[in-house]
């Protein structure tokens, strides 16, 4: 599993450097200030949580068990729902998009709660 974590995490940077050099270059001139504000803040925390992935493969070998594995997981969950949702809704407008995205905020606090858990029990 750590292996499939690294590869999602590499896999979730390049997109998320993808996706920031998108919305500085081509969604500037089409989108409002607050709706690239939006993108800007689904690429950043693509970015963090791609570098948690790295963490949690790392962890995953060092400390096996469910903790890191459900940290793992709760990372690529949190990227999905709230970056994914912040995407969406920056380019569609589609309000209701933003009640879903805290979902993924708290997929993210569960993913640090449990990889604090898997280091201090392991």
Known sequence: ????F???GALSGLLAVGAGAFGAHALRERLSPDMLAVFETGARYQMYHALALLAAAWAVGRWPGGATLAAGWLF???TVVFCGSLYLLALTGHRWL???TPLGG???LAGWAALAWAALRG
């Open 1 to 4: 599993m750590d292996r499939a």
């Open 6 to 8: 690294f590869a999602l």
């Open 76 to 78: 690529v969950a949190g």
């Open 98 to 100: 933003g009640a879903i």
């Open 106 to 108: 708290l997929a993210f």
